[in-house]
């Protein structure tokens, strides 16, 4: 990784600059608590991380967190696990996100989209009156706070009513999408424990309706601690036997009771994709994903009142969460419930030009698959109003950058970012201030004091590193459920450096201080002590049109060789033959290096992935080191599990 500074694929103008968030904020917070008025973003990136309270007290009072009861300090110990952030403090998640319910009533809240790609949308007023009117009924059911609430519910706006009337009452949500199987269900919210648990009768995808009716019963006999089922008949289905009706509980006109709660009281609770094992029951706080999330949204990602915020995902992934708390800045949240290439594969494209959506946001992975398929948005759609492209889940390869450049604007702010479920936020990513570089994040996020480290713990630049953050941040867990020594959350992140979060992922911090990810560090491919992400190699390969996706995969054989094999889905009539496989050796060997030329390069039906849609790389690994199945993977967490018969009978022919 070189340090000199190429040219940027977009500079945002004076004019960008000065309008941006994030420039009014340093400009603020430089007259009322001591931040630098000069440097612009790195200057302030700096006192947010060398400054962690004053910079956080900041944020509070810029956002105007609303504090029923005042925090003795912001940071009563700020170790790591077990930081304590504004103690002392109470106050309501829920009640700042209804907050423009006040001034805006009758503007859209939300718009709700699905494969008809017709936007409907529910006023701050309605969303506010659902919610005190559900809220209601879920402390007539003996809802308390602490209490846990499910939603098996597809992006809708009553899986945000649900949320929200959660959150006032101080309860705890917890949501699985209706396409995870009982299974996957069971395998998380058995940890938890519901009380109540929002269902659909099905949902329609692909243009198809898929009924969930037998899955819903499935879960309420394996619930035990459910005092209530709550249907809502998406398909227009009737309610089944002892179930409550949605529109019973949301019709009455009552002011919403937020519970003032202390500000480590849980909000939620998200999961880890559980290839490997059940999956980790991540508890997050409602002060600490209050305060994360609106520097986030609104400084990160310049969203406030105007806006439209509209990213593709489920209720199963963080970014449902994420996108929800854009109610916390004022903006119009854009829901879409549907698969994200129906009728064709510019479907997002369609749903960003007809909801307005100032910032879209999508998978990697959607980028480069418009880019294979010949989309041509800019050509076909009215994007006029999309100042931000942003993507997650895989990092975005270089060519991904450069065809949003030329298809979709050239003024247009491409932000990849980075994160985790484990903190429902961002490490590093958008910053409206910076430019952009091909195949670069812009910058690690405020109050983020992101490094790349060596395995002796010492920092890199212009190396790959392991992705580390030296401080807390608010949003990191406050325990993982039914972890009650705290040993598998301390295991999780801080068994490599004490006292140091360790995410596991490769990174390469740059001389500019922009930041390029590598993939996971867990399923790194170590050809004769030179380490490589697997992103790199899945970035140079599938530039290749023949290549439609793959796995790679560094397996440590007995007798101290290393075997690669490269894993390939080819794109409908291609042919793995000695040219294409040729090719293949011949871009990573030029592009990458000739130590990570794979030892072979096998076709595969397809590509096994997690339901959220991430390439399942240690499973397989395992799988191929010989670990019978039922050990190598959770079932539930695998989108195609007969995918990964193919690994299992290779392993044992290899064997």
Request: hydrophobic residues 40%; charged residues 20%; negative net charge.
């Amino acid at each position: 990784m070189s340090t000199e500074n190429p040219q940027p694929l977009w500079q945002p103008s004076p004019e960008h600059i000065a309008r941006a968030q994030v420039t009014r904020f340093q400009t603020w917070a430089a007259a009322h608590h001591g931040a630098p008025a000069d440097g612009g973003y790195p200057a302030l990136h700096r006192w947010s991380v060398d400054e962690p309270e004053t910079f956080w007290k900041a944020v509070t009072e810029w956002f105007d967190v609303q504090f029923s009861t005042p925090p003795d300090r912001v940071l009563g110990d700020r170790t790591m696990p077990g930081a304590e952030w504004f103690p002392g403090a109470t106050l309501n998640y829920a009640e700042h996100a209804l907050r423009a319910a006040a001034t805006r009533g009758d503007e859209p809240a939300l718009l709700a989209v699905d494969e008809t790609h017709r936007p409907r949308p529910v006023t701050w007023s309605a969303l506010r009156r659902q919610v005190g009117s559900l809220a209601a009924e879920l402390r007539a059911l003996g809802v308390r706070p602490g209490d846990r609430v499910s939603g098996y519910l597809p992006n809708i706006p009553e899986a945000v009513v649900a949320l929200l009337a959660t959150a006032a009452v101080g309860g705890v949500w917890t949501s699985c999408a209706p396409d995870f199987g009982a299974r996957s269900v069971l395998d998380r919210f058995q940890q938890v424990e519901p009380v109540v648990l929002f269902t659909v009768d099905g949902y329609r995808y692909g243009g198809k309706e898929h009924d969930r009716r037998a899955t819903v019963a499935e879960l309420r006999r394996e619930l035990p601690t459910l005092r209530a089922v709550v249907h809502i008949p998406l398909l227009g289905g009737e309610a089944p036997e002892g179930a409550l009706e949605w529109s019973a509980l949301t019709a009455a006109d009552t002011e919403p009771v937020f519970e003032q709660v202390p500000f480590d009281h849980p909000l939620w609770v998200l999961y880890s994709s559980g290839t490997t094992g059940l999956p980790k029951a991540i508890v997050q706080s409602q002060g600490g994903i209050l305060v994360e999330h609106l520097k986030q949204l609104g400084l990160h990602c310049d969203l406030g009142p105007g806006d439209r915020f509209f990213w593709y995902t489920s209720t199963g992934w963080m970014m449902w969460n994420f996108l929800v708390s854009g109610l916390l800045t004022g903006t119009t949240v854009v829901l879409y419930d549907g698969s994200p290439g129906h009728p064709d594969t510019g479907a997002q494209w369609r749903v960003a030009e007809r909801t307005g959506a100032t910032l879209y946001g999508t998978s990697a992975a959607y980028v480069m698959a418009c880019r294979k398929a010949g989309v041509h948005p800019s050509r076909d759609f009215d994007l006029s109003r999309v100042r931000c492209v942003a993507t997650t889940g895989s990092p975005l390869p270089p060519d991904g950058f450069r065809w949003l450049h030329d298809e979709v604007r050239e003024d247009l702010w491409i932000a990849s970012v980075s994160g985790g479920t484990d903190v429902c936020s961002c490490f590093a990513g958008a910053v409206p201030t910076l430019p952009v570089y091909v195949g670069e994040l812009q910058a690690p996020c405020l109050g983020t004091d992101l490094q790349s480290w060596d395995p002796d713990g010492r920092p890199l630049v212009d190396e790959v590193g392991e992705l580390v953050v030296t401080n807390p941040m608010p949003s990191m867990p406050i325990r993982f459920w039914n972890d009650p020594d705290g040993s598998r959350y301390h295991d999780s992140y801080f068994d490599t450096y004490p006292g140091v979060w360790r995410h596991g992922d490769w990174i390469t911090v740059t001389g500019r201080g922009t930041v390029v990810i590598h993939g996971r560090s867990d399923s790194t491919l170590n050809r004769q002590g030179v380490r490589m992400g697997s992103a790199d190699i899945y970035e140079a390969v599938e530039r290749l049109p023949e290549v439609r996706e793959s796995l790679v995969i560094g397996v440590e054989q007995p007798d101290g060789g290393y075997w690669m094999p490269l894993f390939v889905q080819l794109a409908p009539g291609a042919v793995l033959d000695r040219a294409l496989t040729d090719r293949i050796r011949l871009t990573i060997r030029e592009q990458l290096s000739p130590r990570h030329v794979p030892d072979e390069i096998i076709e595969v039906p397809a590509v096994p992935h997690t339901l959220t849609g991430k390439r399942i790389e240690v499973p397989v690994k395992r799988l191929l080191q010989g670990t019978p199945l039922e050990k190598a993977v959770n079932p539930g967490s695998i989108d195609d599990l007969g995918l990964l018969h193919f690994y299992e009978e290779l392993a044992r022919k290899r064997g």
